[in-house]
């Protein structure tokens, strides 16, 4: 699976953006997509997933102004913020994850997303 995320730019604070993640290959046995973000020397952190059964789960720090959502006849899973914040800005990185038969985890190259204030 070979995943190409898109969609970043420099935004204004408040504004909203929607980042895609397009996925190429055998999706079959995905199990979960998500979104991450890295900012300048932070870890790598989960803020949104979707199993594919259709449960979703956002972290505290965008709860409330992010949507996950996708399009199976594109194989795209999309990001939506609003009420965008300087603290926002990132790289934000898009994930696709299998359980079976095997543990993988499929990883975009990254978008990154600048919020001025």
């Known amino acids: 699976v070979q995943l190409q995320a898109s969609g970043g730019g420099l935004v204004e604070a408040g504004g909203s953006l929607r980042l895609s993640c397009a996925a190429s290959?055998?999706?079959?046995?995905?199990?979960?997509m998500g979104w991450y973000r890295q900012a300048p020397g932070k870890q790598r952190d989960l803020i949104a997933i979707?199993?594919?059964?259709?449960?979703?789960n956002f972290a505290d720090s965008v709860k409330g102004r992010c949507t996950i959502s996708r399009d199976n006849t594109k194989n795209t899973v999309y990001l939506e913020m609003n009420s965008l914040k300087p603290e926002d800005t990132a790289v934000y990185y898009c994930?696709?994850?299998?359980?079976?038969?095997?543990?993988?985890?499929?990883w975009g190259k990254g978008t990154q997303v600048t919020v001025s204030s």
């Open positions: 290959g055998s999706v079959f046995n995905i199990n979960y």
């Open positions: 994930n696709f994850g299998q359980i079976w038969p095997t543990r993988r985890d499929y």
């Open positions: 979707e199993s594919i059964g259709g449960s979703t």
